[in-house]
């Protein structure tokens, strides 16, 4: 990724560039950290909803993710993968917690049991 105020400088050079990814959100600096969120379930009903992922790290500091706009299917021993992106950046991952709700007000509470998760930046692939 560049930064949105040098992109030009960096990409112009290039001629004619295969991809350019930004990075942008709504909110001042205008910047957005996406992850890939890779979730296999072991519950044996499938579950339809939304992940909003929270990080946290060693100092305590915490970024929550926005919610998607639109639902997961989680199937048993299935792997989804999820498009997340918080607004600040977190170096050091100390924990990270999943939060699953299918914005349902009425009818019973259902738990999304997982099995495996890997959390990938995709701005620091390396991380």
Not at 36 to 45: C, E, Y
Not at 104 to 115: A, F, M, Q, T, V
Request: glycine share 4%; with cysteine; proline share 4%.
């Amino acid at each position: 990724g560049y930064h949105a105020d040098r992109w030009k400088k960096m990409l112009i050079p290039y001629r004619s560039p295969k991809r350019a990814y930004f990075d942008t959100s709504d909110k001042d600096p205008f910047c957005m950290y996406n992850y890939l969120l890779d979730i296999t379930t072991w519950n044996k009903s499938i579950r339809r909803g939304f992940i909003k992922v929270k990080l946290i790290d060693y100092a305590g500091n915490t970024v929550e993710s926005q919610m998607n706009s639109e639902a997961s299917t989680f199937q048993q021993y299935k792997r989804v993968k999820i498009l997340t992106g918080f607004h600040q950046d977190i170096e050091k991952i100390a924990k990270i917690s999943l939060t699953f709700s299918t914005k349902n007000l009425i009818g019973p509470k259902h738990k999304l049991r997982i099995l495996q998760m890997k959390l990938k930046s995709l701005n620091n692939p390396k991380r």
